[in-house]
């Protein structure tokens, strides 16, 4: 199918030292848009309802290719897409409204790794489980990560990565309880024979979770026993582990763990400043010692570090919420504000990036724009999809925050979106899309309809 191009606002910038030349296309062969220009004056309650048409979109380490999880009436599809040959696969199908996806990664370049929830019984208890696929990125050998004989304990949660080994593409380090239920080992799985090859780390008693560090050494272990947290803390090369902190859940006092740096005693922790979670770094040899690195003065800032793929520095944190990318290296803020510069009406979200860091996924949101998700390769951003295809400036009248209370008196901030045609007094029915708490990280201005709020979105539809 041809592509189709559009002038978007072309214009010179900095994009990490380089010439930017910000052109963006529409991309007809990868997720076409549902509806045309023409929209009915007033659209069913399933348009403005509906859940995201895309989600989880993950760039391949080499850039060549993008994998993501695709919403088609009522069937969630695993795609992938080459970039270079702009062919379009279908990797894995699923029509079992009981089995959902979670999330897709790329294991290597030719290689994905698909995260697959699930509820099931056991012993008249519905309880929530995951497990995860590996399959190609042409949709061939799709196959379960671990391979279970029949009799053997299955544990609950199969999709917990420890790390993603760059320098050794056909293994990665699971977290799994086959030999204590709910005491995780470490294994290195062989993603081609789908064994647990070697124990890199053995199971310890009432430790939930392991980290590594940059050079894919276990470091850290994490201590639960009711409400008793504790942090293990293991020296590079030793066996020993030792307490680091000990805190109570839901405590004021309580840490977080995100990673470490790419120098092996230095780690980045989310704990309390000034009433909000923000990042802080620390040198373990020294923990009282802590250093403020990010921080929001409103929300709390919470997800994962996020790593520069050509130097190995921590740039910045990725959001829990949205996968979004909190950039504080001042080089990546220049490249941040660029793109900023190019979508002046909508807020810019970078999601993923490439080892050349050249090629990478941006997702706009705003007040008419219910999310868009583009491709940047050097000084061409192109469109990819949207998050709510049937929805666009033809029936979106913007959005206004409000406040309203809580049962207990907390006063919550959202955003009301109502439909274009609808008078301002005008009384709607009312859809409410609730998430989480005061959690930061660049919440996208959704506006998809009828009325939406947002911190929990709401839309009025008739």
């Not at 559009?6 to 549902?34: E, Q, R, V, W």
């Not at 370049?109 to 497990?131: A, C, D, H, P, W």
């Not at 199969?158 to 593409?169: G, K, M, Q, S």
């Not at 219910?370 to 491709?375: A, I, K, N, S, W």
Request: proline letters at 5%.
């Amino acid at each position: 199918m041809p592509i189709t191009a559009t002038k978007y606002n072309m214009k010179h910038t900095s994009l990490l030292g380089h010439s930017l030349l910000i052109l963006t296309t529409l991309l007809c062969f990868a997720i076409p848009d549902l509806l045309a220009a023409q929209h009915p004056e007033r659209l069913p309650l399933s348009t403005y309802a509906a859940l995201p048409r895309v989600k989880g979109i993950a760039l391949s380490p080499d850039g060549q290719r993008i994998a993501l999880i695709q919403s088609e009436s009522g069937i969630e599809l695993i795609v992938t897409m080459d970039l270079v040959s702009k062919q379009r696969q279908v990797v894995f199908t699923n029509s079992n409204s009981k089995v959902g996806y979670n999330w897709v990664k790329w294991a290597n370049n030719r290689e994905l790794l698909i995260s697959s929830r699930f509820m099931t019984n056991v012993q008249n208890t519905k309880i929530y489980g995951t497990t995860m696929l590996v399959a190609n990125a042409d949709g061939t050998n799709v196959r379960r990560i671990i391979k279970h004989r029949p009799g053997d304990w299955s544990p609950q949660y199969l999709d917990r990565i420890v790390d993603i080994l760059e320098n050794d593409p056909d293994h990665i380090l699971l977290s799994v309880d086959l030999a204590s239920p709910g005491e995780p080992q470490v294994c290195r799985v062989n993603l081609q024979r789908n064994t647990c090859g070697k124990v890199v780390q053995n199971f310890k008693r009432d430790i939930r979770r392991w980290l590594t560090d940059r050079q894919q050494e276990i470091r850290i272990g994490f201590y639960r026993k009711g409400a008793t947290n504790r942090v293990l803390y293991k020296a590079p090369g030793e066996r020993e582990f030792e307490p680091l902190w000990d805190f109570e859940s839901y405590s004021q006092d309580k840490i977080k763990i995100l990673g470490f740096d790419p120098d092996r005693y230095t780690l980045y922790i989310v704990t309390l400043h000034d009433g909000r979670d923000s990042i802080f770094k620390i040198d373990v040899r020294e923990p009282g010692d802590q250093k403020l690195i990010y921080a929001h003065p409103l929300y709390d800032v919470s997800g994962s570090l996020f790593y520069s793929a050509k130097s190995g520095a921590v740039i910045g944190i990725r959001s829990t919420m949205l996968g979004g990318i909190s950039f504080w290296d001042p080089s990546y803020k220049a490249f941040e504000r660029a793109l900023k510069n190019t979508f002046k009406d909508r807020q810019v979200l970078v999601l993923d990036m490439d080892r050349t860091e050249q090629t990478y996924i941006v997702m706009t949101s705003g007040t008419k724009d219910p999310g868009t998700f583009y491709l940047g390769q050097g000084t061409t951003v192109t469109r990819l999809a949207r998050l709510y295809p049937g929805l666009d400036e033809s029936n979106i009248h913007g959005k206004k925050m409000v406040t309203y209370e809580a049962s207990d008196g907390t006063e919550i901030e959202g955003f009301l979106a109502r439909p274009s045609w609808a008078g301002s007094s005008e009384p709607l029915p009312t859809v409410i899309f609730p998430h989480g708490a005061r959690s930061l990280v660049t919440i996208p201005n959704l506006t998809t309809g009828q009325s939406s709020l947002q911190a929990g979105d709401i839309r009025c539809c008739r």
